[in-house]
């Protein structure tokens, strides 16, 4: 697992000092990645989601913490801030659905829904599997893809995260990954390739 980061089984207590500062690191960071993302708007015309800036920043804080060891930083603090946020983003997301208005279409949205889910699995075991070296960080991105496809990238975040909580191992390759190309890069992709399919078949 050359990417991989083991997880370290000690426990650590969580107080809520170290909450208050992990979490005010954390606003530090999103604030300098709002206006990292602001700036790029500004120079290129082109607008970033929300959050690659912060991801941008994070990472860079994240090497710089490492090396120089300038300030503490403990990953369980970030782990009870990162899943407390996950977990209000996901149950949001959950409660803006309005399932009752699709009970008219329900049979054609289940035969939709086996049939996108038997496409992405064959094509994450077949193809992006083999292609990404058939290891742990190959593993990871795979779950990271299968949530992205019938989700969001926050839904492949959380596959991810509870297959590295699962195996005691993170990807530090796979979080790089696939949060860019599901927010970034695929925009590059998809938004010709939806106008194109949008024209062709009016």
Known sequence: MPQAELIDNESHT?????????????AVIMAAGNAL???????????LP???GAMLIAIIVRNVIDTTRVVPLRMEDMDVIGN?????????????????????????LMGILVVQVTVLLAFAVFVVFPLMGRDYDAATMVGGLMGHGL?????????????SKAHRARSTLAFVVVPLA??????IVSVPWITFCLNFFA
């Open 14 to 26: 969580v107080s809520s000092e170290s909450l208050l500062y992990a979490g005010a690191l954390v």
């Open 37 to 47: 993302g602001r700036w790029f708007t500004d120079q290129f015309g082109y607008a």
């Open 50 to 52: 929300a959050y690659v």
């Open 84 to 108: 407390l946020t996950l977990s209000f983003f996901l149950t949001q997301a959950m409660m803006t659905l309005k399932i009752w208005e699709l009970a008219n279409v329900a049979g054609p």
């Open 151 to 163: 989700g969001a990238t926050p839904n492949g975040i959380a596959n991810m995260d509870a297959i």
């Open 182 to 187: 599901g927010s970034v890069l695929i925009d």
